[in-house]
């Protein structure tokens, strides 16, 4: 698929605004895309025309080189993302093949990482509204985070934080992350599978 070099990457982190999620399984895309924006060195403003903030930038080689990205945290719950997103798409004209999900993933363990473009939901609330606003045709960071333990809801545990143990690792998987993104933008799809799909 030719990447429209006259168009940004629309990169958008899903999560739940406020505070009260800030730490959450289920906000580690705002958590990977805050990161980023500190790599970029800006901050994160309200958008005029979508439910959501963002950052633009330039990821990768330093200066006018860098690739151009839209950081996005849809600020409209994590059920119902596919609207700023399909907003953000169309005001900054990016191609649907342009856009990158990061997201948690519950199916891979904690801190793995596993790129792809297009596919399913896996149950996963962001995505289903997200494909439901503009088809599967989108790229997928996902980030690991393992299954509930014994019998806990799914809903319970990803609106929880992460446990003293996984906080331990958190930072260096989140940069991970990050560097995967940068990866995929940057070099294509194949050669960041290669390096990050451990």
Known sequence: MTTDASAPWLIAGLGNPGPGYAGNRHNVGFMVVDLLAERIGGSFKRHGKAQAQVLEGRLGLPGPS???VVLARPMSYMNLSGGPVVAL???YKVPTHQIVAVHDEL????GTLRLKLGGGDNGHNGLKSMTKAMGPD???VRFGIGRPPGRM???DFVLKDFSAVERK???YFVDRAADAVEALVTEGLERAQTTYNS
């Not at 199916?107 to 904690?110: H, K, L």
Request: no cysteine.
């Open 66 to 68: 860098g690739r151009r």
């Open 89 to 91: 798409r169309d005001f």
């Open 107 to 110: 199916d891979i363990d904690y």
């Open 138 to 140: 989108y790229h997928r």
């Open 153 to 155: 809801p799914v809903a």
């Open 169 to 171: 690792e958190l930072d």
